[in-house]
């Protein structure tokens, strides 16, 4: 049982002996060796689960919209993603004549390292993470805001018009959706007390390994303004209007083909992956949880939130782009400020460890109390927060008949003699 | 040479190469884009100093917010393509950058040039000082001992400890609201009203300035054409 669950520990520990006695390497040589390896191993996971994921995303989207999906290419259409791989890689690789050439060719490239070095920091099971940052929620907020520059790069590079209507988009929307999902992230900080992802995980594990209560119990409304969030950082259906290929044909990667077009893909869906890798750190406990090992554990939840992208891409109608800025602007933003004040205050009056309550005074509770407390608060915060929402949406409907009316009175009072 | 001492000198021709392109280069976009390497770098130096938090702040603040905004305000530049960008200062600047350049070298490279603090009255005060005679003898505040493990901690603690930056913090703060105010004041839905008026307004301003321009040559007034031409472009 015990090296079931450390299977992967146990490989990565058995690399690097081999790689440090029976080689003989210098322990430097070693440690950039075994550093080595372990991003390549990184960089095929992402890779691989990219291939797995088109598929699994054509098959689910297939079936909610009553289609079979593909079926062709395999038993089941398993091939499918080789199939498109092999399609991808025949392509012609084409560049505009008027297109700027080293900004256009490095776009691809770009992003697919900034879609990949997230998982750096993203640990898979116990000891089996790339590097333990102590600012890894930080580091992850960073390097989102480097494929902000890549498809800048793209879509002015390309010297299309739609492209660069694709860019602006883009940006304007990654860097709004950033504000809510920093605000939340904060929370999460706040509660855990560690920016660290191993931190945050072992605040939502008991002290004998087993799961306690996960962030999303102390944080539903955190958690759910960080799922919003995230679908839109990663420019997924219903908030890809920046790539609305009925509006602006494809946004920043129109003009790309072949091998670079995947490159933009796979950023994509890596992104994906890794925004539910994250969530699943951040709110679901991580690698925790009884009987499976805990790799099995940490990939099972994220699936989970990936079939929540696939449902939503598969049922919701792409929003409008005045609709995604007032979402982010006066709903989301407000909300979430409030919220974040309310658990500052929350986590200081009804702290859990001793050393803070000493330090500012306040009541000591058990994790459980503080959860329910913070619980409370933040359905009290929703719903305040919708009534309010749903209040000011109706007053601005009323005002729109009422505009209707009047003008329907003018012109029958115009047409009538 | 240790493998900081290696990755020292490759961030560091990778980042004075990309300031030469940015500061030499005729496409600004290109230009932005070395900056943003030249960014990059200087975070791989906090790196080595072992200050990750200030590293991933750089990313953040200077890739993630302030180049975005260079290279948006070089996108809406007009003519951005066909233009090409003449400097009138590249000849001060550079003399400006030689001149710091040899002062730093003369200070603290092998000659440590010597200066007598206390015979300045505006050193001895900023440097608080009347024994430093050497410009590379000034007390600065070396990290001579490891980063502590608690110094986002104590970061964090600094910023409001009243004693230490809590009056720079606010006052960050402040200005933070002051802007998003401001912002949300330009963003704001106007009325019909009011926007006629402001581009009357502004229509006003563009035809004094012609006329202003053109005085100097004809002082006879603007035809009546040009106002209206004026106002419905692209404000």
């Known amino acids: 049982m015990d090296v079931i669950s450390n299977l992967l520990k146990i490989l990565s520990d058995f690399v690097a002996d081999l790689i440090r006695s029976i080689l003989g390497f210098s322990p430097f040589l070693a440690d950039l060796v075994t550093m080595g390896l372990a991003a390549v191993v990184l960089i095929t996971f992402a890779a691989l689960s990219f291939m797995g994921l088109t598929y699994v995303e054509r098959k689910v989207v297939a079936r909610i919209q009553d289609r079979v999906g593909p079926n062709q290419a395999g038993p089941f259409g398993l091939l499918q993603p080789l199939a498109d791989g092999i399609k991808m890689f025949t392509k012609e690789d084409t560049t505009p004549a008027s297109a700027d050439r080293w900004v256009y060719n490095l776009a691809p490239l770009v992003i697919a390292v900034f879609a990949l070095a997230s998982f750096a920091v993203i640990p898979l099971a116990p000891g089996v993470v790339g590097t333990d940052l102590n600012v890894g929620v930080f580091y992850l907020l960073a390097i989102g805001s480097g494929s902000i520059i890549a498809i800048l790069m793209a879509g002015w590079g390309s010297n299309n018009k739609y492209a660069l209507l694709g860019a602006f988009r883009t940006v304007a929307q990654l860097v709004g959706y950033e504000v809510p999902m920093l605000l939340n992230i904060i929370a999460v900080v706040l509660i855990a007390g560690s920016m660290s992802l191993i931190d945050i995980i072992n605040h939502q594990t008991l002290a004998d390994g087993n799961p306690g209560i996960p962030h999303i119990v102390y944080l539903p409304l955190a958690a759910l303004v960080f799922l919003i969030s995230g679908i839109a950082e990663t420019a997924r259906s219903p908030f890809d209007l920046l790539e609305a290929e009925s509006e602006i044909v494809a946004g920043f990667h129109v003009e790309y083909s072949g091998m670079k077009f995947a490159l933009f893909f796979l950023g994509e869906y890596v992104n994906a992956l890794a925004v539910s890798l994250v969530f699943t750190v951040l709110f679901l406990g991580g690698y925790a949880g009884p009987i499976l090992p805990p790799y099995v554990w940490m990939l099972l939840k994220a699936a989970v939130v990936i079939f929540i992208f696939m449902w939503l891409r598969g049922t919701l109608p792409r929003v409008r782009i005045d609709q995604m800025h007032a979402l982010n602007w006066k709903f989301l933003v407000p909300m979430s400020t409030v919220n974040l004040i309310l658990v500052m205050i929350a986590v200081k009056l009804f702290p859990t460890s001793e050393a803070a309550a000493r330090a500012f005074g306040g009541i000591l509770v058990t994790p459980a109390a503080q959860a329910l407390i913070l619980f409370t608060l933040n359905i009290i915060v929703l719903l305040v927060s919708l009534s309010l929402a749903s209040r000011a949406a109706r007053k601005q409907r009323l005002a729109e008949a009422e505009l209707l009316e009047r003008r329907r009175a003018a012109n029958m009072a115009a047409v009538a003699p | ?235």
């Open chain 2, 1 to 235: 040479m240790t493998i900081q001492q290696v990755v020292f000198a490759v961030l560091a021709v990778a980042v004075i190469g990309a300031a030469l392109f940015v500061v030499t280069t005729g496409n600004l976009f290109r230009g932005a884009l070395m900056l943003i390497l030249v960014f990059f770098g200087m975070a791989g130096f906090y790196v080595l100093l072992d200050n990750g938090l200030f590293a991933v702040a750089q990313v953040m603040i200077y890739i993630g917010a302030i180049s975005i905004l260079i290279i948006f305000a070089v996108m809406l530049t007009r003519g951005m393509q066909a233009m090409i960008p003449r400097n009138a200062q590249a000849t001060g600047a550079a003399v400006a950058a030689a001149a710091l350049f040899v002062a730093i070298f003369l200070a603290f490279g092998p000659l440590r040039l010597t200066v007598d603090f206390s015979a300045v009255p505006v050193l001895s005060a900023l440097f608080r000082t009347e024994t430093a005679r050497t410009l590379g003898d000034v007390p600065w505040q070396y990290a001579n001992q490891p980063v502590p493990e608690t110094y986002i901690a104590d970061f964090g603690r600094a910023l409001v400890n009243i004693n230490q930056y809590l009056l720079p913090f606010l006052l960050i703060a402040f200005l933070v609201d002051a802007v998003l105010a401001g912002a949300v004041h330009l963003a704001r839905q106007r009325k019909p009203a009011e926007l006629i008026a402001e581009r009357r307004e502004i229509a006003e301003e563009e035809a004094e300035e012609a006329a202003a321009l053109r005085g100097a040559a004809s002082p006879e007034p603007l035809p009546q054409g040009a106002m209206a031409a004026t106002t419905t472009q692209d404000h």
